[in-house]
């Protein structure tokens, strides 16, 4: 049988559950994800097996200059999750700190550090990127 891996927004209005994890995990830095998720950076996953348990009518999505898409909870704004412009929400990264369990995830990388905050330190131990993973 397959695990499943629940989470959930803040106020429980959406959940949600995965069967599995990409193994490439990164911290973003980008002035999207720092903005969106309120924090030094956003950590998003793709995941397998998605499956909307509730509330999936309450989530809303922002989308920005650039076609990506941001989606998070109209009751209570938590950030759930990014997607790549023209992508269905099935492809859906989702913020691991809405997981209500601890997950099979390492980070990887840091990306887009050329936006990070000031006052935010890399971490020591995780290959850094000022772009995305693909910069040369």
Avoid at 35 to 57: D, N, P, R
Avoid at 79 to 88: C, E, H, M, Y
Avoid at 112 to 123: D, G, H, V
């Amino acid at each position: 049988m397959t695990h499943k891996y629940y989470g959930s927004c803040l106020c429980g209005g959406i959940s949600f559950n995965v069967t599995g994890f990409s193994e490439s995990a990164a911290n973003c830095h980008c002035t999207m994800c720092r903005k969106f998720h309120g924090a030094a950076y956003g950590t998003l996953v793709s995941v397998t097996g998605l499956t909307w348990l509730k509330g999936f009518e309450l989530m809303k999505h922002f989308t920005a200059k650039n076609g990506t898409q941001r989606s998070f909870c109209q009751d209570c704004g938590s950030s759930l999750g990014f997607r790549i412009k023209d992508a269905s929400i099935d492809e859906i990264e989702l913020a691991i700190s809405t997981f209500d369990e601890d997950i099979p995830i390492k980070i990887d990388a840091q990306i887009y550090t050329e936006y990070k905050a000031n006052w935010c330190e890399l971490q020591q131990g995780i290959p850094s990127f000022q772009q995305g993973r693909d910069e040369s």
